[in-house]
């Protein structure tokens, strides 16, 4: 057992385990704090500063400026803590997933809706 | 000594949460999945439980990655919701059972499941919304309560084959308590949802209908999967069906379907719905 153990790729499809908890950790820390309204206000009062005072790298901060949810996932970002990023600009699941898939919001919901069938 | 009256898993989503608070419980989108509920009720009205067990996982309102528990249990008098960030509504306390918690504490170390000991714990939508699903507007909630949360947020997860053990433990420990209290035990979360990545919206419709039965006839069945199998097979988040799994082992013996429910979708996710008894 060691750090160049064997991972097994599903696509479209982020593991996240200790390696990409510790690459991401800054970033969730941050979407942690969230929870609060009063940090959340504190955020749009000015988010560049609200990112370093958590510590975020420059690829974090780019992505989360930004609201690029494949790109916040890159630099570490885990869903449920980046939800309560996207709750502060109203973004919903289908907002997220259709932006992900680089489908329209309702071509998203279609797909989920043709799943259950 | 304590019994247990069956169990019920179930779906959770924040957005059931904002559904229920502006009474969407008829609108088209949401009937198929509320109208799933009645005979749950009807159900727990019948059995009586005193006290639930709630196994669930939290989204980051009480643990954090600073300090991530594999396996977490409550042993506070009283449990508190709070704002998760993505505004839904905050629901009051619920009242816990602090005898049956370390009772639990101490039948589970002893067969070498090392808890995490909670007397404070925030409690999140995976824990609220079941028992709101289940004592509709019933503030405060009707049944006292033990949380238990499973780690399903960072990597590695406890797999399937632990889980169910787990499960078992869990079981035992309520039925060897010294108390005439019934209780029910819940297990929360999935099924098949991926909410991140190029592969968000996947759902497997055909591998949950599979679960939900094996879970009833065969539950070791789940149990030749490992954990990237299943997020492979029912997505990053649908792997909160460990939660299921776990809350099925705490039934020990055979069980009977009591009521059943799939819907998909519920926002992004694939809705289920299982009540179980003992036979």
Same mark, same amino acid.
């Given at each position: ?21 510790? %690459?991401?950790? *800054? =970033? ?8 609060? !309204?009063?940090?959340? &206000?504190? @955020? #749009? ?15 974090? %901060?780019?992505? *989360? =400026? ?8 890159? !630099?570490?970002?885990? &869903?449920? @803590? #980046? ?35 | ?279």
């Amino acid at each position: 057992m060691n750090t160049g153990r064997q991972k097994r790729a599903i696509p479209g499809t982020t593991i996240f385990d200790g390696d990409v908890a510790r %690459k991401g950790y *800054a =970033l969730n820390k941050m979407c942690f704090s969230f929870n609060s !309204a009063e940090n959340r &206000a504190a @955020y #749009l009062e000015d988010k560049e500063a609200y990112c370093d005072k958590y510590g975020l790298n420059e690829q974090q %901060k780019k992505a *989360a =400026l930004s609201l690029q949810v494949l790109d916040m996932l890159a !630099a570490g970002g885990n &869903a449920y @803590y #980046l939800a309560k990023l996207g709750g502060i600009f109203g973004l919903d699941m289908q907002d997220v997933g259709a932006q992900q898939t680089g489908m329209t919001k309702e071509a998203f919901k279609a797909k989920l809706v043709e799943a259950g069938k | 000594m304590a019994k247990i009256v069956g169990g019920i898993n179930v779906t959770h989503v924040p957005y059931i949460g904002r559904a229920i608070a502006n009474n969407l419980q008829q609108d088209p989108y949401w009937k198929p999945f509320f109208d799933g509920f009645p005979p749950v009720r009807q159900w727990l009205a019948k059995v009586k439980p005193d006290i639930a067990v709630v196994i669930y996982n939290d989204h980051g309102l009480n643990f954090f990655l600073d300090k991530m528990p594999t396996f977490a249990i409550g042993a506070a008098a009283e449990y508190n919701n709070a704002d998760e960030g993505w505004g839904i509504p905050t629901l009051p306390p619920y009242q816990g059972e602090v005898d049956l918690s370390w009772h639990m504490i101490d039948s589970l170390v002893e067969e070498e499941f090392d808890m995490v000991t909670c007397q404070e714990m925030l409690v999140d939508h995976a824990f609220t919304i079941p028992l709101e699903l289940f004592w509709p507007g019933q503030h405060p909630c009707p049944v006292r309560t033990v949380p238990i949360c499973v780690n399903t947020v960072q990597f590695p997860l406890p797999k399937p084959a632990r889980c169910f053990k787990f499960g078992q433990a869990i079981g035992r420990a309520i039925e060897s308590w010294d108390s005439d209290a019934r209780v029910v035990v819940i297990g929360t979360g999935g099924l098949s949802h991926q909410l991140d990545g190029q592969r968000a919206g996947f759902i497997n419709k055909e591998f949950d209908l599979m679960f939900m039965e094996k879970l009833i006839s065969d539950p070791l069945w789940v149990t030749r999967y490992s954990i990237t199998d299943l997020v492979e097979l029912t997505g990053t988040q649908g792997v909160e069906l460990i939660n299921w799994l776990t809350a099925r082992g705490a039934l020990l013996g055979e069980v009977a379907k009591v009521h059943a429910n799939y819907h998909v979708p519920i926002s992004n996710t694939a809705s289920g719905l299982l009540c179980m008894e003992a036979v």
